[in-house]
């Protein structure tokens, strides 16, 4: 019963996310969802906007996926327990302190459970998240937890790498856009050979095919980074997020061609998004003052925005309708019924 409890409220509370990533974002799109086999599946995305990248995928996946996300989110108890029922677990590093790290092998032991029944895992192979459009090395973590499972099962179930590639419009903007690419898989069953006679040079081989596929999927903008991004954002504006077609324009760019500009937002859809704005001018206050006064990493700023918003706005919703009740019929259902429509207006029709 406590499982079936446990499930429940995990699916529930997914789709609760789910809607409010729907209104948070301009556009979610997803690609590639054919590159995603059956059975154990590790999913390896780049890691650009902290665990707003777990959310996206947790979300729009038929898999119950578990993830490993740093041990430093979990600091704060209302984070530790939302994403410990998204099914999020700690992994510690060295700068969490040497001795928290044998903290890990009680984690990855798990993952390889997780795994070996039929489960599927989320690493960031990075190793940290950068709000930079590119891809740095990998780290040898994620290759340990993989291989370390295979020889688990002694080799005997083949597990995938699914390697994905996250474009966001504006990493910290609500109304931006947001694209999550699943590229093709990676058998793990075919580096067995390798990892017999050499683990190194197979754990190796396996980070460079992820970046390589996971790179395909990214837009990735060399230096000078700053003006080149500038540039592009300008040219590209929330189309960004199209990597084959916006890395054209980044080499137009480095070759010095003159690009025309992003039209601007048209009078319409400027007048409706303000309206959204109004309508939830004090949700949206209080939001971007917590995250303002206590979130000093603007890295987890979209994170936190999303975390706080889907519990947020209803409150306020709510509370607004009470106050509204004396003098007005179904205050609730109409102050709802506005307030959601403001919130779409904004998020959907305003510029990212």
């Known amino acids: 019963m406590g499982r079936l409890i446990q499930r429940v409220w995990f699916l529930g509370l997914r789709l609760y996310v789910k809607v409010g990533l729907y209104f948070y974002f301009k556009e979610i799109q997803i690609l590639g969802r054919e590159n995603v086999p059956t059975g154990p599946v590790i ?27 740093r041990a430093s989110v979990f600091n704060q108890p209302f984070l530790a327990w939302l994403l410990g029922t998204l099914n999020m677990m700690p992994v510690f590093r060295i700068r969490d302190g040497y001795q928290s790290l044998g903290r890990n092998e009680a984690v990855f032991q798990r993952c390889y459970s997780l795994l070996q029944s039929g489960k599927s895992l989320l690493i960031f192979p990075e190793g940290n998240h950068d709000l930079h459009r590119r891809i740095p090395p990998l780290s040898k973590g994620f290759t340990r937890v993989t291989f370390g499972a295979m020889e688990g099962n002694e080799w005997q179930q083949n597990i995938h790498v699914v390697p994905i590639g996250f474009n966001y419009s504006r990493h910290t903007k609500a109304g931006s856009r947001v694209r999550m690419t699943f590229c093709p898989p990676i058998p793990l ?39 080149i991004e500038e540039k592009l954002i300008a040219t590209c504006g929330d189309q960004i997020i199209s990597s084959k077609e916006t890395n054209i324009v980044i080499q137009q760019i ?38 303002a006064k206590y979130i000093p990493d603007i890295m987890f700023h979209a994170s936190m925005k999303i975390a706080i918003g889907i519990f ?6 709510w509370l607004e309708g009470l106050l509204l009740s004396p003098y007005l019929t179904y205050a609730n259902t109409v102050v709802f019924s506005v307030s959601l429509c403001g919130v779409l207006l904004y998020n959907k029709l305003r510029r990212s």
């Not at 650009?48 to 578990?66: G, P, R, T, Y």
């Open 254 to 291: 480095v070759n010095g061609e003159e690009l025309p500009p992003n039209p601007p937002l048209g009078r319409l859809k400027f007048f409706l998004s303000q309206l959204g704005y109004i309508a939830n001018i004090l949700p949206v206050s209080i939001m971007r003052g917590i995250v």
């Open 312 to 317: 947020l706005f209803p409150l306020v919703y």
């Open 43 to 69: 999913f390896t995305p780049n890691h650009q906007n902290a665990f707003m990248d777990a959310l996206v995928l947790i979300c729009h996946s038929e898999k119950e996926i578990h993830s490993m996300v």
């Open 189 to 227: 069953l075919d580096y067995r050979d390798e990892y017999s006679e050499n683990p190194v040079k197979a754990a190796q081989a396996l980070k460079e095919t992820t970046a390589q596929r996971m790179s395909q999927a990214l837009v990735q903008i060399p230096e000078p980074y700053d003006e």
